[in-house]
T-cell receptor, first 108, second 114 residues
Framework: GQQVMQIPQYQHVQEGEDFTTYCNSS?????IQWYKQRPGGHPVFLIQ?????EVKKQKRLTFQFGEAKKNSSLHITATQTTDVGTYFC????????FGAGTTVTVRA | KAGVTQTPRYLIKTRGQQVTLSCSPI?????VSWYQQTPGQGLQFLFE???????NKGNFPGRFSGRQFSNSRSEMNVSTLELGDSALYLC?????????????FGPGTRLTVT
């Protein structure tokens, strides 16, 4: 079964608004990866977080790894229609264990 | 560099048949993993191959098998197909696999079992 839990499962966002999706694990993670899958597409690697408390930014996306390395978050500012898709947090220990994902839709 | 390629892209089979899917990783990548994606179960890991050896395996029945060739290309086989095997099968390649490296996914093979 899934080893990482993601909330919310669905996120409906007005264009221009911000939102955050959260990822939680019951065990300490060596690292966490984030992938994005557009509708009809395949998962695409976004970022990997390794260090406790690490924060990384990619333009309007901010990724954070918790101090205890048991949780992570993805914050998107000023949502655009190009942000539509499902965002997965992924535990990587030789195999990728995907969370259920947060599916984002954007209202123009 | 060319990305991960998978063939065929779409496949329709009937129950009881078997199917073979193919994956060509990014040049230089030695690890190939296979995943099954369904609306109900999400993305689930099938197995990983590295240097022609199965290095890790998910919780799928023995009907699901795979192999990797010396050029890192990989195939997966599903025997005695069941309706529940209908899914998107994704292949992902990685430089060495393991926890340090990101995986690059192919476009997938959409398998429909009737």
């Amino acid at each position: 079964g899934q080893q990482v839990m993601q909330i919310p499962q669905y996120q409906h966002v007005q264009e221009g608004e911000d939102f955050t999706t959260y990822c939680n694990s019951s065990t300490t993670l060596s690292n966490i990866q984030w992938y994005k899958q557009r509708p009809g597409g395949h998962p695409v690697f976004l970022i990997q977080l390794v260090k406790s408390g690490e924060v990384k930014k990619q333009k309007r996306l901010t990724f954070q790894f918790g101090e205890a390395k048991k949780n992570s978050s993805l914050h998107i500012t000023a949502t655009q229609t190009t942000d539509v898709g499902t965002y997965f947090c992924v535990k990587n220990d030789y195999k990728l264990s995907f969370g259920a994902g947060t599916t984002v839709t954007v209202r123009a | 560099k060319a990305g991960v390629t998978q063939t065929p892209r779409y496949l329709i089979k009937t129950r009881g048949q078997q199917v073979t899917l193919s994956c060509s990783p990014i040049s230089g990548h030695r690890s190939v993993s296979w995943y099954q994606q369904t609306p109900g179960q999400g993305l689930q890991f099938l197995f990983e191959y590295f240097s022609e050896t199965q290095r890790n395996k998910g919780n799928f029945p023995g009907r699901f098998s795979g192999r990797q060739f010396s050029n890192s290309r990989s195939e997966m086989n599903v025997s005695t197909l069941e309706l529940g095997d209908s899914a998107l099968y994704l292949c992902a390649s990685s430089l060495y696999g393991g926890s340090k490296y990101e995986q690059y996914f192919g476009p997938g093979t959409r398998l429909t079992v009737t």
